[in-house]
Each structure stands twice: as structure tokens, then as C-alpha cells.
């Protein structure tokens, strides 16, 4: 799996689910996730089967957050799992339908140790404090997140507590891929909510851009 940029996780969109995916797709996001803990399996199908109608046929990818039998029913394109679920290698054994599978890591040593796995992508963080878990994971900081980054053995995605002001930081430390949450999810209009974040993504590569083109003086 490449570099991917944009990655959306819906926890309790303000929009729906599904609207909140269809404005995604609509976007180009390249993935989004569905994550309802800890919402009854029957309703995270329902929405699952919704947000798949959604994206279908729109080349944004979608994964099932730690089930990999729902997101099989769903016919979603894969499934994301944490340190305590089932590991990578008994997902892509039990439901080779799912493409692609990805997994969290929370510090340098869960980065390495992901090479031994091999999931298409890891998630790194909470870079910055985030109250979208119940017992939320140590926050990284930008330093270490830039060594996770730099070590990580596949496409690494920052997430936690990232949104507008501080997506420049966090593209600065080297992240490729990165992860919202609240910064969509709590917008009444997601779709302008992600073309606000795609356009500080683009204001920032060109920046760069510009930056390393700039003759020494």
C-alpha cells in the first residue's frame, strides 16, 4: 500500500454516517473508517452497509473499525484492529475477502514489532490529546511521532487530536497520511469541513515545495 494522504475516521458524525461518507468520497478522501464503540453489532452493521453505498464505486476505500466479520459482511474493501484484538495475521487467514488491514501502534516499540506482521498501514498516535476513546492512550508529541514515521515499516498514519491549526505541524514532522476525527465529525457540512483540510494540506506542500526549490542565499 502507498502513501495516502487523507484518512477519515466517523465517530458519531454530527451529519451521519452515511452523508458524512458520501462527502468524503465526493472529496477524493482515500479512506474512511467506521467507528461506533461500544454501539451494538446490529447497529454498527446497519451503518456499515450504509456507508458502504455510500463510497461504493468511488475509489475511497472503506474499513470496519475491529471487526473483521462485520466488515466482511459489509463488504467493506477492510478492517482496522488495535494491539488487544485479533492480530494481523489471523485476520488475513479467517477473511482473506478483506484487502486491506491495518493497525494501531502507540509508541516505537509496537512499530517495529509491526514489521513481523506486515499490515498495509499503521496508525500513530494519539499524537495530541484526543476524548474520542474511554481510556485514551499516552500522547505521543510530534518528536516521537516523527520517529515512528521514520521507522515504520509501511504507510504510517498520524491521528489524535488533528485538525486545521494543527495539521501544518504535524505534516512538518513527516507524517504522509493523516487522520481526523472530531474536526469532521463535529462539522454540520463535512464535506466543507474535509475541503478545509485538504486546502491546508495543499497550502503546506507547496510551501514546501517552494521552500526547497529556494536558491541558497
Sequence with gaps: MKDFGFYLVMTAPVA?????????????VAVVQLRMKPAPRADVLRE??????????????????????????????????????MPVPEVRRRFPELRVVGLSTHNLAQVRAAAAVAPDYIGAGPVYPTPTKEIPDPTLGLATLREMVAAAPCPAVAIGGIDESRLPDVLAAGARNWAVVRAVCRAEDPHAAIMRLLEVERRFKESATAASTRPDR
Excluded at 16 to 28: D, F, I, K, L
Design 48 to 85: 456499515a452497509r450504509e456507508v458502504r453505498k455510500a463510497t461504493a464505486g468511488s475509489g475511497t476505500l472503506f474499513i470496519v473499525d475491529d471487526d473483521p466479520e462485520i466488515a466482511v459482511e459489509a463488504e467493506a474493501d477492510g478492517v482496522h484492529v488495535g494491539q488487544d484484538d
Design 16 to 28: 451521519g454516517y452515511a452523508r458524512c461518507a458520501e462527502a468524503a468520497a465526493r472529496a477524493g
